[in-house]
C-alpha cells in the first residue's frame, strides 16, 4: 500500500506480486487488474474494498479437504502440517520460505471440515493432490444471492475476507 495515499497502486502491487500469487502476471496484467478493480474511478489506485473484492475473483484459492488422522505425529497441530504441506509444494525455491508458505494459507479450517484454504498455482494444486492426507479440493469462489423483498443484491464470500484486508495493509 502508498503509505501517503493510503490506497495500492501499481507500484505497491508490482512490489508485492510474489506474496498475492500474482508474480508471473506482466505489467499490462496488473495495470489492468487496477483499471478492472477500480469501482471508484480514481484511475490507477485501489481502496481496501476494491482490492478485497478484486484479489477474491483474480485469484486461484482453493478450500482444501484433509483427512486429519494421516497427520504425522511430528506435527503439534493442524495448522503446522498445512503450513509444511503448502512449504513442501511451491512452486520456486524463493517459495520455500516460511512467510510466504503462510502467506499462501489464507485460513485453516478445523470445524465443520478440516483443511485449509490457500492461494495456489495449478501445478501446486496438482502436487498438493499427491499429498498425505488430501481428500478433496475446491475453487474458492464470490457467490451473489439476490435477497427476496428487496431490490438489492448482496455479494457474500465463502471464505473470510480479514486475511485480504491484512495484506492490502501490507501492501
Same mark, same amino acid.
Given at each position: 500500500?502508498?503509505s501517503?495515499?493510503?490506497?495500492?497502486?501499481?507500484?505497491?502491487l508490482?512490489?508485492?506480486?510474489?506474496? &498475492?500469487?500474482?508474480?508471473?502476471?506482466?505489467?499490462?496484467d496488473?495495470?489492468?487488474?487496477?483499471?478492472?478493480?477500480?469501482?471508484?474511478?480514481?484511475?490507477?489506485?485501489?481502496?481496501?474494498?476494491?482490492?478485497?473484492? &478484486?484479489?477474491?475473483?483474480?485469484?486461484?484459492?482453493?478450500?482444501?479437504?484433509?483427512?486429519?488422522?494421516?497427520?504425522?505425529? $511430528?506435527?503439534?497441530?493442524?495448522?503446522?502440517?498445512?503450513? $509444511?504441506?503448502?512449504?513442501?509444494?511451491?512452486?520456486?525455491?524463493?517459495?520455500?520460505?516460511?512467510?510466504?508458505?503462510?502467506?499462501?494459507?489464507?485460513?485453516?479450517?478445523?470445524?465443520?471440515?478440516?483443511?485449509?484454504s490457500a492461494?495456489?498455482?495449478?501445478?501446486?494444486?496438482?502436487?498438493?493432490?499427491?499429498?498425505?492426507?488430501?481428500?478433496?479440493? *475446491?475453487?474458492?469462489?464470490?457467490?451473489?444471492?439476490?435477497?427476496?423483498?428487496?431490490n438489492?443484491?448482496?455479494? *457474500?464470500?465463502?471464505?473470510?475476507?480479514r486475511?485480504?484486508?491484512?495484506?492490502?495493509?501490507?501492501?
Amino acid at each position: 500500500m502508498d503509505s501517503d495515499k493510503g490506497v495500492i497502486t501499481f507500484e505497491s502491487l508490482k512490489k508485492n506480486s510474489a506474496l &498475492l500469487g500474482l508474480q508471473e502476471w506482466s505489467d499490462n496484467d496488473l495495470y489492468g487488474m487496477l483499471k478492472e478493480g477500480d469501482f471508484d474511478g480514481d484511475i490507477g489506485a485501489l481502496n481496501q474494498m476494491e482490492f478485497c473484492v &478484486l484479489i477474491l475473483t483474480e485469484s486461484n484459492t482453493y478450500i482444501v479437504h484433509m483427512d486429519l488422522s494421516a497427520m504425522p505425529k $511430528a506435527f503439534s497441530s493442524h495448522h503446522s502440517w498445512y503450513l $509444511a504441506t503448502l512449504s513442501s509444494i511451491s512452486d520456486t525455491i524463493h517459495d520455500r520460505s516460511d512467510s510466504l508458505s503462510s502467506s499462501k494459507l489464507v485460513y485453516a479450517y478445523s470445524n465443520a471440515i478440516n483443511g485449509f484454504s490457500a492461494v495456489l498455482s495449478s501445478s501446486e494444486l496438482k502436487a498438493i493432490k499427491n499429498s498425505p492426507g488430501y481428500l478433496s479440493s *475446491i475453487k474458492d469462489m464470490i457467490k451473489s444471492t439476490q435477497l427476496t423483498r428487496t431490490n438489492f443484491s448482496v455479494s *457474500i464470500t465463502i471464505m473470510g475476507h480479514r486475511r485480504f484486508q491484512t495484506m492490502a495493509r501490507m501492501l
